[in-house]
Nanobody, 119 residues
Framework: QVQLVESGGGLVQAGGSLRLSCVAS????????MGWYRQAPGKQRELVAV???????NYADSVKGRFTISRDNVKNTVYLQMNSLKPEDTAGYYC?????????????WGQGTQVTVSS
């Protein structure tokens, strides 16, 4: 079992930047996909960005060119650099690690960190 702990959220003005961190209790080398998701009040949780162990990344259209996901396998940490923040980026941000190991799926979630962007 891997535990994920997010940090780095907070209150920022529109146009500002934040960097979220997700620290895993174990190695992330064996986690196929690490990702960031977000959920705003009254809305469904949505994908923000994912990073695979093979090095590929994928982003939601709404954050392309503004957000960057990265993995540090030595520190067992995944980051989300968020630039040019907009009020519509306000949400709880959740870290996720998932994949298949020895033919068994796994799916880990963190508790989330709040990001609030003021206009």
């Amino acid at each position: 079992q891997v535990q994920l702990v997010e940090s780095g959220g907070g209150l920022v003005q529109a146009g500002g930047s934040l960097r979220l961190s997700c620290v895993a209790s174990g190695s992330i080398l064996n986690i196929n996909t690490m990702g960031w998701y977000r959920q705003a009040p009254g809305k469904q949780r949505e994908l923000v960005a994912v990073s695979t162990s093979g090095g590929s990344t994928n982003y939601a259209d709404s954050v392309k060119g503004r957000f960057t996901i990265s993995r540090d396998n030595v520190k067992n940490t995944v980051y989300l650099q968020m630039n040019s923040l907009k009020p519509e980026d306000t949400a709880g941000y959740y870290c996720r690690g998932y994949g298949i190991y020895r033919m068994r799926p796994y799916d880990y979630w963190g508790q989330g960190t709040q990001v609030t962007v003021s206009s």
